[in-house]
Nanobody, 122 residues
Framework: VQLQASGGGLVQAGGSLRLSCAAS????????LGWFRQAPGKEREFVSA????????YYSDSVKGRFTISRDNDKNTVYLQMNSLKPEDTAVYYC????????????????WGQGTLVTVSS
């Protein structure tokens, strides 16, 4: 399984970005694809995840109402639309995949993409 994340960049507070994670190397009907982030000096934290087969989604409290996860089955791609960005959203964002239900801790994920940096200026 390979995951390719893209879409990071520099944005002002209140702005928006959309991250993409293209998955390849397997059929993903039974997979959960998720997003984590890691700010400098902090641990990696869960952001959001989507279970391919059920469409179930889950968000951390810190992003609920501002971020939206979605997927394109034909492209095996999951997106993270980030609105109303805050400086505290600044981090390297990683996409991750696992077989089975959504988990909110990073050790539960078997596959990781490279990170994409999101910087939100105040």
């Amino acid at each position: 399984v390979q995951l390719q994340a893209s879409g990071g960049g520099l944005v002002q507070a209140g702005g928006s970005l959309r991250l993409s994670c293209a998955a390849s190397g397997s059929t993903f009907s039974s997979y959960t694809l998720g997003w984590f982030r890691q700010a400098p000096g902090k641990e990696r934290e869960f952001v959001s995840a989507n279970r391919w087969s059920t469409g179930n989604t889950y968000y951390s409290d810190s992003v609920k109402g501002r971020f939206t996860i979605s997927r394109d089955n034909d492209k095996n791609t999951v997106y993270l639309q980030m609105n109303s960005l805050k400086p505290e959203d600044t981090a390297v964002y990683y996409c991750a995949a696992r077989r089975g239900p959504i988990l909110t801790f990073s050790l539960g994920y078997d596959y990781w993409g490279q990170g994409t940096l999101v910087t939100v200026s105040s």
